[in-house]
């Protein structure tokens, strides 16, 4: 009889060893093969099972609330999530999803995640070990720590004015503080609720279909991921090029510019849309937007000074990140003298985004330097921890300060004494620079409306702001109506909310 039972124990014991060594296999090399597997509803099922950290936005105060001097800025959460008490137990929800959509993006539990609740997702899920005081402890025990939370640079007022003065116009907005490269408006339209993909009922599936099929593109973030043939507005890049390289020396001088311009090697007459421009000086043809003088001035720069200068800008760079990915503008690299001319007053094949544009205004704004731009200030635990801080970078120096100065001249007399004249602001220094952009076959679409401009109030020592404007399927009638009328005013309306002379909040849709 005892020799059965030790029988029987060395069985069950081997038995257990088994155990053991195939738990101890599976925890040391397949484990990660059945948490990605699609059949394994316990991650997903842990990642809902808590509320997901907050985006914020603040609101620098002028004074703050004891009395003392100094400035303070107020945070406020434009996210939350809600118990549902269903098995994936926590949705996201959204303060004025609409408005901020093209910041946020959206967190389902159905289509995943986009912009900062995809580039955040690990803090925000409480995935980052960075949230856990014993990384080791919670990996083992599998024990997911709450989320953290991210502060935007998005001003919220300058926000609002430039959704309120979109309206129902189709477009996109970027304002960016030239001096650091903080993003305070990231804007387009027409937008959506990212709330109705929160969840996982059929009304999901609905609202997904509807904002995919929907021809205005909703879900389409067209101040980062659109580019658009940027028109006149391209011409702020000419001109620095043919400082830079000296094409022309003197913004005051006459230029040897016929009109029409009769592109090189072509039988192509290029005309213009505005008299005066024959001969006209730089700055003249800048206030009247010429596009006979910048087609031959950009000619005669020259294609690898012109694609330099681009380049410098920003343009051909397909690595910028905001954290979410800007799509990346184009300058062609190779091309005849005639497409460079076309390309140089921002036709043929030169695409860009509107916060490249922008980029364009804040390197001129801020003395030639181009600060890298950015949407996320601060990472921070639950509990306000810092655990990550943004801080203002040099992303290039596209142009001397000189340069700057010289381009600032020339868009100051575009706005006072040209086709920007709808962005003049009382009490501040305005320059900018309108564009109409042709575009499709025969430029038979209707067309794109640009302003690109910066904003100093009297008495301060730097422009404040510098935004970029566009609006798709503007009317227009001849060169630079559609931008001065339709892009101008509402530059106007996010230059003045910048300047802290924001319209009252009674716009807000």
């Given at each position: ?5 030790r029988r029987t124990s060395v069985f069950c014991l ?73 098995r994936l137990r926590y949705e996201r929800t959204y ?415």
């Amino acid at each position: 009889m005892t020799r059965y039972i030790r029988r029987t124990s060395v069985f069950c014991l081997l038995l257990l060893l088994a155990l053991l060594v195939n738990a101890g296999r599976i925890q040391a090399f397949t484990a990660r093969s059945y948490d990605h597997n699609p059949a394994n509803r316990r991650p997903t099922i842990a990642r809902y099972d808590h509320p997901r950290g907050d985006i914020l936005i603040g609101r620098t105060t002028a004074r703050r609330p004891d009395g003392l001097p100094g400035r303070r800025t107020e945070w406020q959460p434009i996210t939350g999530s809600r118990d549902t008490g269903q098995r994936l137990r926590y949705e996201r929800t959204y303060a004025d999803g609409p408005l901020y959509a093209p910041v946020t993006g959206f967190s389902s539990q159905i289509y995943g995640t986009s912009l900062v609740e995809r580039a955040a997702d690990a803090v925000l899920s409480g995935a980052d070990p960075r949230l856990a005081p014993f990384p080791l402890w919670n990996r083992l025990t599998r024990a997911r720590p709450p989320g953290g939370d991210v502060r935007t640079t998005i001003d919220p007022a300058v926000q609002r004015a430039a959704f309120a003065a979109l309206g129902r116009k189709k477009g996109a907005i970027a304002a960016i503080e030239p001096a650091t490269g903080r993003i305070l408006a990231l804007v387009s339209t027409p937008s959506y609720d990212p709330g109705t993909l929160s969840g996982t009922g059929a009304d999901v599936l609905r609202h997904w279909a509807r904002l995919n099929a929907d021809a205005g593109r909703p879900m389409l973030n067209r101040a980062i991921r659109q580019t658009y043939p940027p028109g006149s507005a391209f011409k702020v890049v000419t001109a620095a090029a043919a400082l830079e390289y000296e094409t022309v020396t003197d913004i005051d001088a006459r230029t040897d510019s016929p009109d029409p311009y009769r592109l090189p090697g072509t039988l192509t007459r290029l005309g213009n849309h505005t008299g005066g421009c024959e001969d006209a000086s730089l700055r003249r043809a800048f206030a009247r937007s010429c596009n006979t003088v910048f087609a031959r001035v950009g000619a005669r720069t020259g294609l690898d000074a012109m694609a330099t200068t681009a380049e410098d800008f920003g343009f051909n760079d397909a690595s910028l990140t905001i954290p979410s990915r800007v799509a990346k503008s184009t300058f062609a690299t190779e091309m005849d003298t005639a497409q460079l001319a076309l390309s140089s007053i921002g036709q043929y094949e030169t695409r860009a985004t509107p916060l490249q544009m922008a980029m364009v205004a804040a390197a001129v704004a801020a003395g030639g330097d181009l600060m890298r731009p950015y949407l996320v200030d601060r990472v921070t635990t639950a509990g306000g921890t810092p655990l990550a801080t943004a801080r203002p970078r040099l992303l290039r120096q596209p142009m001397s300060p000189r340069t700057a100065a010289q381009l600032r001249r020339m868009m100051i007399s575009a706005v006072t004494d040209g086709t920007g004249a709808a962005a003049a602001l009382p009490g501040a220094t305005v320059g900018g620079k309108t564009g109409t952009a042709q575009h499709g076959v025969g430029n038979a679409g209707m067309p794109y409306a640009w302003f690109i401009g910066w904003a100093r109030a009297d008495g301060a020592p730097q422009p404040a702001v510098a935004t970029a404007v566009v609006v798709e399927d503007a009317a227009a009638r001849r060169d630079d109506i559609s931008g001065a009328r339709a892009a101008a005013p509402v530059a106007r309306a996010v230059l003045r909310a910048a300047l802290g002379d924001a319209p009252p909040l009674g716009a807000r849709r």
